[in-house]
């Protein structure tokens, strides 16, 4: 009997109709597997992977494959987005063992949840040196069968080591100077110079590295950092990457030159991007980070937002080709010459062929080439002429069948769109987008966090999930919330970061070595308890909770928040430096504790000049409130009177205070 019906995750009810018969993670598939004495095949992946989708279609809709695993094994299924917790610890595993890994994610276990065999994707027959699915199938069980002792053997021998890998991590030394330049240093001899980003292919966005980057300019004058971020920024914009069209970011490229992505967009990238792309500009006033940003912001709320006002996960990478039927990556995004004959003419295709870098031959596959604008200058044309191609190619390509969405609400995500879209809308007078994060803000409040201020992972259609928020969900939600507060003047917003950083100091953080963990003291107990303080998709929930409580601890003066945040960037001092690339977010946190973080209080004002000003200071990490005198709703606030009764600024660090200014000039100086 397949046992996902009704579940919350869009993942798990795509395999709610396989002949397999699925479980999803609970204490009952282990009790089913040892009253059967038999293995557990747990299989991990996400609703927007494309070879979860494949392996899909191969092997668990076929009724014989379904039936091998149903006779042989009690079998599992798992949303990682749903349960990070989960895939952390069993992709540790993978990991350790093969050197690699990676969705969809293939685990036997013990009915102990003890792992044996690893794998990622199988195909349904012998190919490129891969054994086929059933024969995996087939050679577990009789290992199972046949040599119980040695798999028991291993599968301990495994847990042994988990368990004794520890961390470097120093809580009492933060990252100096000399740390974060050598991280510069890292940073610069990974740098692809002639495309912009890190590494080779495949290429993925760099937001968090990009953000230090930024930071480090903001604080030292370091020219090479500020161009290594603009020059990133700008090729990943003109891109495939970049949705030239309708805007939004993909999740990565598969080349180095960013011209063919892998076409899932992903709510967390986006935010990400979105507010780098808005620091950008407030940095340089860049014309190009600007419409990126404001086009990253409409992308989520038009084609992400739900109807209860969070916003959804993701849009597939696939979808359903008009020609053939069949569902394959990048349909919907990329064009072929004729294609765009059909919709705009010769004289119109030949100009947007120039302009997007379509060819005759393709770049992509089939003869279709992904949108780009390769030329930095572009061909003379008039720009309401090009603004019309865009809207008939947009208004043609939503005709097409659009790519699924993962309805699924995850809070920490949520978190980083909220934080983005405040604060775009704080910069570019857009206030629609500030009721956006606000929504977002009051969905988490009402669904996702309870009478004790605990948080649920995830929510679909306004029905709260069963999974508990893990440190990312803390701390990437009190970092939206105290976005709101700096943005809206709204003290609530303050007040319900506190909630949640007060539970990760009780729940989430090691007493004694400052360390923190993924998830709570009282969480579930898996084989091991999760921590991963490097940055890479997304800010690790580690470096992101030292950012939330550094930034609560500057807005309120609450000393063992700050001392938490402090004692957590100790992992930074050891990383920075030897792994750049992988603790971007951390280094941008360590980044604003080196400059204060600074305090602004702009007092007798919300979203005026003054306001405005003090948020687009470039200051690394500087917190903003603002609101009447008096107000008792933000701490910065108290006794800070109005000037000659005029709105005043008073900016702060270190326990030092400059004299309140009037003047949005001088406030911006003190701010640089």
């Known amino acids: 009997m397949n046992r996902l019906a009704g579940v919350t995750s869009p993942y798990l009810l795509q395999h709610a109709d396989n002949p397999v018969d699925w479980w999803p993670w609970t204490p009952e598939a282990f009790e089913e597997a040892r009253r059967r004495d038999v293995p557990v095949l747990l299989s991990v992946g996400y609703s927007a992977c494309h070879w979860c989708h494949v392996m899909a279609h191969e092997s668990f809709e076929d009724e014989a494959t379904a039936a091998l695993m149903n006779e042989k094994f009690v079998n599992i299924k798992v949303d990682r987005e749903e349960r990070p917790d989960v895939d952390a610890v069993y992709m540790e595993a993978v990991q350790a063992a093969t050197g690699q890994g990676g969705w969809p994610m293939t685990v036997f276990l013990t009915p102990d949840a003890e792992p044996f065999y690893f794998g990622t994707y199988f195909p349904p027959e012998p ?17 199972w069968a046949d040599r119980r002792g040695e798999v028991a053997e291993v599968a301990g021998k495994i847990v042994r080591d988990l368990g004794e890998r520890q961390l470097t991590h120093n809580a009492d030394e933060k990252p100096d100077e000399g740390e974060l330049a050598q991280a510069l240093l890292g940073l610069t001899r990974d740098f692809d110079a002639q495309h912009g980003g890190f590494g080779g292919a495949p290429k993925f966005p760099p937001s968090m590295a990009v953000e230090f980057l930024l930071r480090h300019y903001a604080r030292t004058g370091a020219v090479g950092a500020l161009q290594m971020a603009a020059d990133t920024c700008e090729r990943m914009a003109r891109g495939g990457i970049y949705d030239q069209l309708g805007g939004g970011f993909a999740r990565y490229s598969v080349d180095r030159e960013w011209v063919v992505p892998h076409f899932e967009k992903m709510l967390y990238d986006n935010a990400l991007l979105c507010r780098v ?45 008009p020609a053939t039927g069949a569902h ?34 393709g770049t992509f596959e089939k003869g279709a080439s992904v949108l780009r604008l390769p030329q930095a200058e ?9 603004d019309a191609i865009r809207e008939r190619l947009l208004a043609a390509r939503a005709g097409r069948p659009a790519p699924g969405r993962d309805d699924k609400v995850v809070a920490a995500w949520n978190g980083l769109a909220i934080a983005a879209l405040a604060e ?16 977002a803000g009051d969905l988490l409040v009402r669904l996702h966090m309870d009478a004790r201020a605990r948080l649920a992972r995830t929510s679909k259609d306004g029905q709260v999930g069963d999974n508990a928020g893990v440190l990312e969900d803390y701390a990437d939600v009190a970092e939206g919330f105290l976005a709101l507060a700096s ?6 917003w303050l007040e319900f ?21 993924d998830t709570a003291a009282d969480a579930e107990q898996l084989i091991r308890r999760p921590q991963d303080p490097t940055d890479n998709a997304a800010p690790s929930g580690w470096t992101a909770a030292a950012g939330a409580l550094l930034s609560y ?7 063992p928040h700050r001392t938490a945040a402090e004692r957590a960037l100790g992992i930074v001092k050891a990383l920075g430096p030897r792994v750049p690339r992988f603790i971007g977010h951390g280094l941008a946190v360590a980044e604003a504790a080196l400059d204060g973080p600074r305090e602004v209080a702009v007092v007798g004002e919300v979203l005026g000049d003054l306001h405005r000003t003090a948020l687009l200071g470039t200051a690394p990490g500087a917190v903003v409130a603002a609101g009447p005198p008096g107000s008792g709703e933000l701490p910065l606030l108290a006794d800070r009177p109005l000037v000659e009764g005029r709105p005043a600024a008073y900016v702060c660090r270190s326990f030092v205070c400059d004299a309140p200014t009037t003047d949005p000039a001088e406030l911006a100086r003190l701010l640089s």
């Open 378 to 386: 572009g061909p003379v044309a008039d720009a309401a002429r090009l």
């Open 127 to 143: 190919r490129h040196g891969m054994p086929s699915f059933p024969q995996v199938l087939d050679g577990v069980h009789r290992a």
């Open 424 to 439: 775009v809308g704080a910069y570019f007078d857009r206030p629609d987008l500030v009721a956006a994060a606000v929504g």
């Open 497 to 517: 970061a506190g909630f949640l950083l007060d539970h990760v100091l009780a729940q989430f953080v090691d007493a004694e070595s400052g360390a923190l963990f």
């Open 553 to 559: 601890a500057a807005h309120t003066g609450a000393e």
């Open 277 to 321: 792309y808005a620091h950008l500009w407030r940095a340089t006033g860049s014309d190009l980070a600007r419409r990126v940003a404001l086009e990253a912001a409409d992308f989520m709320v038009r084609e992400l937002r739900t109807n209860e006002g969070g916003f959804a996960s993701a849009l597939d990478a696939d979808s359903e080709d």
């Open 487 to 492: 943005v809206t003047g709204e003290g609530v």
């Open 328 to 361: 394959v990556e990048g349909a919907y995004y990329v064009w072929t010459a004729g294609q765009l004959r059909e919709v705009l003419g010769d004289a119109d295709a030949e100009l947007a062929m120039t302009c997007f870098g379509v060819t005759e031959e």
